[in-house]
């Protein structure tokens, strides 16, 4: 019988990962509902040897280099045909049950497009993780946050975003999704490389009239940081380039304008900091993403017409001011 879903964990000189993760998977993954996928992006560490070898009921898609975040698993997803597909970080735990609940929540929501377990930190188990907490949205501006998470700050889970509910984006670490929807608005965008990818996936699926949600129900615990630390100025640059370009392309060029624009004050301000606390190459890294920025938006020249933050209630926040200003910590 055909299997509805592939787990596909993108893998790149990851084999000491896979080697700590993939147990988990494999575990807690019903052989009958999915099958398990790993796509290798040109790996030179001993990755390939040590699936063929311990974990040879995993599927293996090789590829000769590495593509990225965002075009290895559009390459990874052209090449597989399945219903439905769960974009696994090679850091992630999953707990027992963790699958049935998202499909199950998707085949009887059939206006939901892609979903996400509740997201855990590994390193603290009792909190959320960054990287989706118990789902993502963004403000008024595009500076996301979660249930659970305000920048830097994460929530104990006292189950206080137990239900499930619809939201603006997402978790990349865990992302459940139609593939023929995936296909339909594009996959992930190449040009991002890695960082803000997923949510600018989950805008475009958004506006092509689909909902997209958090099942709690579902729970899996992100380690987090392992392809970029935070304190590597190389994602402060993504984050911030990538950021602004989620913003060109998904709004509505006029409006587009105005939020740009007040972003990059912001973004000055984060430059400001960055220089006062010393840290020089992330203070680098955003003059450098918006010279990037600069060059890459000429590629986008297609806007929507609807501005979807218009009818998002949290997307009416301010979380800078909130969270800086207001000293509001939690969602």
């Known amino acids: 019988m055909k299997k509805k879903v592939a787990v596909v964990i993108l893998n790149w000189n990851g084999a000491a990962l896979l080697q700590r993760f993939l147990p988990s998977v494999c575990a807690h993954t019903p ?13 030179t560490d001993n990755s390939v040897e040590l699936l063929t070898r311990e974990f040879p009921q995993v ?4 590829f000769p280099r590495n593509y990225g975040f965002a075009e290895g698993y559009n390459r990874a997803l052209d090449e597989l045909d399945y219903e439905y597909a769960v974009l696994l970080n090679s850091d992630v735990e999953v707990t027992a049950h963790w699958l049935e609940p998202l499909l199950e929540f998707v085949e009887s929501h059939p ?13 603290e188990p009792e909190k959320f993780e960054y990287a989706g907490a118990a789902g993502g949205f963004i403000d008024r501006y595009g500076y996301p946050f979660c249930r659970g998470r305000l920048f830097g700050t994460l929530e104990t889970d006292c189950g206080q975003y137990d239900d499930p509910l619809d939201i603006f984006w997402a978790s990349g670490a865990a992302l459940f999704v139609r593939t023929a929807v995936y296909r ?15 949510i600018d996936l989950c805008w475009r699926i958004h506006l092509a009239g689909y909902r997209i949600a958090v099942v709690p129900q579902s729970r899996v615990h992100h380690q987090g940081g392992a392809s970029l630390d935070a304190a590597n100025p190389q994602k402060t640059y993504l984050n911030f380039r990538n950021n602004l370009l989620m ?16 972003r990059r004050l912001y973004d000055t301000l984060a430059f400001t900091r960055f220089v006062a606390l010393g840290q020089i190459p ?11 920025f600069r060059k890459m938006r000429k590629q986008y020249t297609r806007h929507p017409q ?7 209630p949290e997307a009416r926040r301010n979380i800078t001011m909130e969270y800086f200003l207001k000293g509001k910590k939690k969602f």
């Open 31 to 43: 052989a009958h509902l999915a099958d398990i996928v790993v796509a290798d992006n040109g790996s």
């Open 247 to 262: 913003l060109h392309k998904n709004l509505p060029r006029q409006e587009g304008k105005k939020v740009l624009f007040i």
């Open 306 to 312: 609807e501005n979807l933050l218009n009818t998002f």
């Open 282 to 292: 992330h203070a680098r890294a955003i003059l450098k993403a918006h010279n990037d």
């Open 59 to 62: 599927l293996l898609l090789p």
């Open 111 to 123: 206006d939901v497009a892609a979903c996400q377990p509740k997201i855990r930190s590994l390193r």
């Open 184 to 198: 339909e608005v594009g996959g992930l965008d190449p040009g991002f490389f890695a960082h803000m990818e997923e």
